[in-house]
Structures are given as structure tokens and as C-alpha cells.
């Protein structure tokens, strides 16, 4: 994580961090990208996508997106030569809740540690874990302690994985109303951090990767003691194969 927010930040990207329970990191607020990054048949496809979404999100996520993308190029917005695919039809009631669940989806998407939206995607899990209400929501919760959670690695640390944000809960929740991930049981080698929440377990994953350990490559996940952005504790257990009778 450390190094795609050292990337971000090496290519003049602002990113702001906040302490406390609700704290995170996330790019400036009011930011416009550089269009230069985009040419312009670029610009037209990703806005034409973004007033299509538009017609049935009910919100005003894609008019801002809009409106940051298309920032001193008005040329990108005006006439009526742009296609657009109009979903505020009669459909409209039944498309909404399916384009927010794809827009959920994305965000809770497979990554891989060589991928260089990892960051975006595990920080986005974070952001909407706490900022849309889904920890408060949790029935039953255990403790106070978060958990990141990395399982269904197809292979080994250079594959594909998925990462969820979870609370240990004492029941199960009903069919639908929450995601359910059960820890297997197991060995497991544990790892505790202290230090910085975001740049010290990036530095502890990045030493155990290079570790020669019998992983199992099932299960994998964080426990996060408190939540505290700069003097955090968090402790890491790494599944690991049985030994051999």
C-alpha cells in the first residue's frame, strides 16, 4: 500500500489522511485530474459511461465525477453528439438497486499485490466500511476490533486474492443482510505491528512475503487492537499447512 501511495503522491496527486475511528486516507477533496493524462475520445467515452449511470444512481456520484472530469473542457459536455444510453426507463425501479450492487462488486473486486489499484481497492473496502454505516450496522458484534481479511488465493502471494473488511460477530446475520466469512481453523503464524496503521503493516507485509513459511494460502487476516492512524496495533496471523505426523 505504501508504494501506491508513494506513486500517487510522485505524481503530484494530493492525498489528505485523517485520525480516529472513522480516519482513513484518501485523495484531496475537490481535486481535478490532469486531462492531459486523458486524450480526448478518452474523456467522451468515460463521460458518456458516467450520464448513462447517471439516468438511474439516484445519487449525485456520477454528476460529480462529471463535473471533475470535465473541468475547463466543456467542449467534452456540450451538443448533442455524444451517445447516451438512457436507463431511466420504464425499468428504471428494478435497474437502480442492480447498478449499485455492480458498483458494490467493483469495490469489493479480486486483487493481487502486483496490481497497481491494490491500494484503491483494499482502502476503498476501509472507506466504505466505516464512512457508509456498515460498522455501526453489524448486529452482534464480539469486540471493537476490525479485521481485514485475505482469502481465495488462487495460487500463492503473487496471485489473485479477495480481501474483505469484517467484524467477528456472535450469530450469523440472515440470508442476505451480510456478507459471511468464516475463519478456518488451523495454524497460524502471528505477527504483531506496532506503529504506523498504514505504513506499518504495508513494511510487514512486504517481510513476510520474502519469509519461507508452509503457507496455505487459504486464509490470511489482520486484527486491528485499536484505531489509532499513528500508534496502532495490529496483529497478523498467516495460515499455515499442518505438520507432517
Same mark, same amino acid.
Given at each position: 500500500m505504501k508504494l501506491d501511495i508513494d506513486a500517487l503522491c510522485m505524481a503530484g496527486i494530493p492525498i489528505v489522511t485523517e485520525q480516529g475511528h472513522n480516519g482513513g486516507i484518501s485523495i484531496m477533496e475537490n481535486y481535478k485530474i490532469d486531462k492531459t493524462l486523458l486524450s480526448t475520445s478518452d474523456l467522451q467515452a468515460v463521460l458518456a459511461g458516467l450520464r448513462? =449511470? !447517471?439516468?438511474?444512481?439516484?445519487?449525485? /456520484?456520477?454528476?460529480?465525477?462529471?463535473e471533475k472530469l470535465s473541468a475547463g473542457a466543456s467542449n467534452m459536455l456540450s451538443g448533442d453528439t455524444h451517445i447516451l444510453i438512457d436507463l431511466s426507463s420504464r425499468y428504471k425501479e428494478s435497474l437502480t438497486p442492480k447498478i449499485e450492487l455492480i458498483h458494490s462488486a467493483i469495490r469489493a473486486a479480486r486483487? *493481487?499485490?502486483?496490481?497497481? #489499484?491494490?491500494?484503491?481497492? @483494499?482502502?476503498? =473496502?476501509? *472507506?466504505?466500511?466505516?464512512?457508509?454505516? @456498515?460498522?455501526?450496522? @453489524?448486529?452482534?458484534?464480539?469486540?471493537? +476490533?476490525? =479485521?481485514? @481479511?485475505?482469502? #481465495?488465493?488462487?495460487? !500463492?502471494? +503473487?496471485? #489473485?486474492?479477495?480481501? =474483505? &473488511?469484517?467484524?467477528?460477530?456472535?450469530?450469523?446475520p440472515q440470508a442476505g443482510?451480510?456478507? &459471511?466469512? +468464516?475463519?478456518?481453523?488451523? /495454524?497460524?503464524? +502471528?505477527?504483531?505491528?506496532?506503529? #504506523?496503521?498504514?505504513?506499518?503493516v504495508a513494511a510487514a507485509w512486504q517481510e513476510i512475503w520474502k519469509m519461507d513459511l508452509p503457507r496455505t494460502f487459504q486464509c490470511d487476516f489482520e486484527e486491528y487492537q485499536n484505531d489509532s492512524m499513528e500508534h496502532a496495533e495490529i496483529h497478523i496471523y498467516i495460515g499455515l499447512k499442518n505438520l507432517p505426523v
Open positions: 448513462s =449511470l !447517471d439516468s438511474v444512481s439516484g445519487t449525485s /456520484r456520477y454528476a460529480q465525477l462529471m486483487t *493481487n499485490n502486483a496490481s497497481p #489499484d491494490m491500494g484503491a481497492v @483494499i482502502g476503498g =473496502l476501509w *472507506n466504505r466500511f466505516y464512512r457508509e454505516g @456498515i460498522y455501526a450496522s @453489524i448486529p452482534g458484534k464480539k469486540s471493537e +476490533k476490525a =479485521l481485514g @481479511i485475505y482469502t #481465495d488465493y488462487e495460487d !500463492d502471494e +503473487k496471485s #489473485d486474492y479477495t480481501v =474483505l &473488511v469484517a467484524h467477528e460477530a456472535s450469530r450469523v443482510e451480510y456478507t &459471511v466469512c +468464516k475463519i478456518p481453523a488451523g /495454524r497460524y503464524a +502471528k505477527f504483531v505491528v506496532r506503529g #504506523d496503521m498504514v505504513q506499518a
